[in-house]
């Protein structure tokens, strides 16, 4: 079974710094679709970024990148210049068609 | 409104009532999904709806009921709940099936 893996429930930074979110997943599938998506406190979930299994190039959407080691099945997120709009819950998510699965989280604080 | 929402945000019930949660997308997707959040586990797909068609039910007891009369709209019945099912329920929408979702705020629901 696919399962997706945040080692760390919670995570801290200062502000204006940088933060690295761990995840892992496992399956056996070559073509997948990776996510890493936000809920702030008032709940919604939005998405931060995205990877494409089949793309070698890191997606990056302005201060948020990805690591994508697809043999090591791991698809860590980096926040440069942290804010404090980034305190949330962050969510790895792995997407096969209709088999999505979402890690546990990662509480992330931002100390200002 | 744009984008997924959901009502009610709250919901209280007893064990014996019988309550509906709804979910619409003003954002023209074919594919619509409840997932169950739970306070430190991982988000739970339970239904997956492609163009009004079910084509997922993770192994989701009979007492949750989905219904889905077309593309925008889509419902979750719940008849004769226990405690455990309370929880943060969230609806999603997503355009292709590799296309990320989109999330409601969530209706967060208390059996009592």
């Known amino acids: 079974a696919q399962t997706v893996t945040q080692s760390q429930p919670e995570m801290s930074v200062q502000e204006a710094e940088t933060v690295t979110l761990s995840c892992t997943y496992d399956?056996?599938?070559?073509?997948?679709?990776l996510f890493w998506y936000k809920q702030p406190p008032s709940r919604q979930m939005i998405l931060v970024i995205r990877q494409e299994a089949y793309k070698q190039q890191n997606a990056t959407e302005n201060r948020f990148s990805v690591n994508f080691q697809k043999a090591a099945k791991s698809f860590s997120l980096k926040i440069s210049d942290s804010q404090l709009g980034d305190a949330a819950m962050y969510f790895c998510?792995?997407?096969?068609?209709?088999?999505?699965?979402f890690g546990a989280g990662t509480r992330l604080t931002v100390k200002p | 409104e744009t984008g997924v929402t959901q009502t009610p945000r709250h919901l209280v019930m007893g064990m014996t009532n019988k309550k509906s949660l709804k979910c619409e997308q003003h954002l023209g997707h074919n594919a619509m999904y409840w997932y169950k959040q739970s306070a430190k586990k991982p988000l739970e797909l339970m239904f997956v709806y492609n163009f009004k068609e079910q084509t997922e039910n993770n192994s989701v007891p009979s007492r949750f009921s989905p219904e889905c009369p077309n593309s925008s709209h889509l419902f979750l019945h719940l008849h004769t709940l226990q405690p455990e099912d309370s929880a943060l329920y969230l609806c999603?929408?997503?355009?292709?099936?590799?296309?990320?979702?989109?999330f409601g705020p969530g209706t967060r629901l208390t059996v009592l």
């Open positions: 998510a792995y997407r096969r068609t209709n088999d999505m699965r």
């Open positions: 999603a929408s997503s355009h292709y099936e590799y296309n990320e979702q989109f």
């Open positions: 399956t056996s599938e070559s073509d997948y679709y």
